[in-house]
T-cell receptor, first 117, second 111 residues
Framework: DAMVIQNPRYQVTQFGKPVTLSCSQTLNHNVMYWYQQKSSQAPKLLFHYYDKDFNNEADTPDNFQSRRPNTSFCFLDIRSPGLGDAAMYLC????????????????FGDGTRLSIL | KNEVEQSPQNLTAQEGEFITINCSYSVGISALHWLQQHPGGGIVSLFMLSSGKKKHGRLIATINIQEKHSSLHITASHPRDSAVYICAVPNYGGSQGNLIFGKGTKLSVKP
């Protein structure tokens, strides 16, 4: 089945040690999103790719970077994780053919739960 | 920026009960999403609707664009319906699909 796959499901890293989370999709969607969700809070958009164009949210810390080497894959890099970065990280995709924006459903992965030691 | 309010925040029901979760937003939108998130899990998109009503199994979603209000109904609720239900609307006037999420309604259905 076409889907959004996030790896790993659980990631433990040390304070300050760089970590990379991955997301892949078989939906051939042109938009990919990374959200951060802390306990009992709503997901918060970190950034998204519209095709190859990277769009960073204004309040996303510089510590967070992203790469999209091709349509199918997108990575979230946290350069120096702090304790406050422990959260669930959700990847989502959608198809935007231009001007239809939010009318397209977003497909979410199962998330990666990141813990910081 | 659109403000999304959901009510109630927490809801406990007995198996078989009819459940309603409400969502209101402040700025006109092109479409509204209802999402489901199970504990520790990812998010599943339940509905995306721009007018009227949609039904999928025991789930029904309605929206009133003029009143900027949507409801999610669950008929004959079951313990497996226990999850957080999230309402989301587009950001930036609907361009590029960015979503603003409500804080969610945590539903617990007791057997």
């Amino acid at each position: 089945d076409a889907m959004v796959i996030q790896n790993p499901r659980y990631q433990v890293t040390q304070f300050g040690k760089p970590v990379t989370l991955s997301c892949s999709q078989t939906l051939n969607h042109n938009v990919m999103y990374w959200y951060q969700q802390k306990s009992s809070q709503a997901p918060k958009l970190l950034f998204h790719y519209y095709d190859k164009d990277f769009n960073n949210e204004a309040d996303t810390p510089d510590n967070f970077q992203s790469r999209r080497p091709n349509t199918s894959f997108c990575f979230l890099d946290i350069r120096s994780p702090g304790l406050g970065d422990a959260a669930m990280y959700l990847c989502a995709t959608s198809r935007d053919l231009g001007g239809t924006g939010g009318r397209q459903p977003q497909h979410f992965g199962d998330g990666t739960r990141l813990s910081i030691l | 920026k659109n403000e999304v309010e959901q009510s109630p925040q927490n809801l406990t029901a007995q198996e078989g009960e009819f459940i309603t979760i409400n969502c209101s937003y402040s700025v006109g939108i092109s479409a509204l999403h209802w999402l489901q998130q199970h504990p520790g899990g990812g998010i599943v998109s339940l509905f995306m609707l721009s007018s009227g009503k949609k039904k999928h199994g025991r789930l029904i979603a309605t929206i009133n664009i003029q009143e900027k209000h949507s409801s999610l109904h669950i008929t004959a609720s079951h313990p497996r319906d226990s999850a957080v239900y999230i309402c989301a609307v587009p950001n930036y006037g609907g361009s590029q699909g960015n979503l603003i999420f409500g804080k969610g309604t945590k539903l617990s259905v007791k057997p």
